[in-house]
T-cell receptor, first 117, second 109 residues
Framework: GAVVSQHPSRVICKSGTSVKIECRSLDFQATTMFWYRQFPKQSLMLMATSNEGSKATYEQGVEKDKFLINHASLTLSTLTVTSAHPEDSSFYIC?????????????FGDGTRLSIL | GQNIDQPTEMTATEGAIVQINCTYQTSGFNGLFWYQQHAGEAPTFLSY??LDGLEEKGRFSSFLSRSKGYSYLLLKELQMKDSASYLC??????????WGAGTKLIIKP
């Protein structure tokens, strides 16, 4: 069964809306979660690393004021796309597991397909 | 820079065998993953290699040569449901996952 739950699976909304995506680890406590974005026919791109109880670490080129990440507990991380625009339309995927220095596979959520009209 | 190369697309026949190659140049190496991703879905874990050699898991096998910066994923007895993208990802010296662009595998009857 799924070990990482991501919700919602699909969002369609108007430009300017803020959208929140939740990622929950079901079977374990995740001190670190990862947020990815994937455009059609392209590879996964790491956006940020979410750390429980501290600020997220963003990859170069990712606007932290636009993509707000909150990791309030060991089982929940949220990504909020603020004032979304059509260019933010993409497939957003979270993952957990794979502690920094353990050779564990990351378990992925089912992804959220975001469409901004 | 860090780079992972995989073929963009491959086609194979149901019941046959296919080998998907992955070459990498990264700052350090702490293991290599293979993931399967069906269209519109998140990736699922297939295999992990950190030592040289072949790891077999049912119809899927993964091979690693660290000296050559090379890995392959071998799929046997291909089934239609194996049509998907296969992603190669390397853990570098900072324990960051570096992702390849993926190989789209098309299975024909």
């Amino acid at each position: 069964g799924a070990v990482v739950s991501q919700h919602p699976s699909r969002v369609i909304c108007k430009s300017g809306t803020s959208v929140k995506i939740e990622c929950r680890s079901l079977d374990f406590q995740a001190t670190t979660m990862f947020w990815y974005r994937q455009f059609p026919k392209q590879s996964l791109m790491l956006m940020a690393t979410s750390n429980e109880g501290s600020k997220a670490t963003y990859e170069q080129g990712v606007e932290k004021d636009k993509f707000l990440i909150n990791h309030a507990s060991l089982t929940l991380s949220t990504l909020t796309v603020t004032s979304a625009h059509p260019e933010d339309s993409s497939f957003y995927i979270c993952s957990a597991g794979g502690a920094d220095r353990a050779f564990q596979p990351q378990h992925f959520g089912d992804g959220t397909r975001l469409s901004i009209l | 820079g860090q780079n992972i190369d995989q073929p963009t697309e491959m086609t194979a026949t149901e019941g046959a065998i296919v080998q998907i190659n992955c070459t990498y140049q990264t700052s350090g190496f702490n293991g290599l993953f293979w993931y399967q991703q069906h269209a519109g879905e998140a990736p699922t874990f297939l295999s992990y290699n950190v030592l040289d050699g072949l790891e077999e898991k049912g119809r899927f096998s993964s091979f690693l040569s660290r000296s050559k910066g090379y890995s392959y994923l071998l799929l046997k007895e291909l089934q239609m449901k194996d049509s998907a993208s296969y992603l190669c990802a390397v853990v570098d010296s900072n324990y960051q996952l570096i992702w390849g662009a993926g190989t789209k595998l098309i299975i024909k009857p």
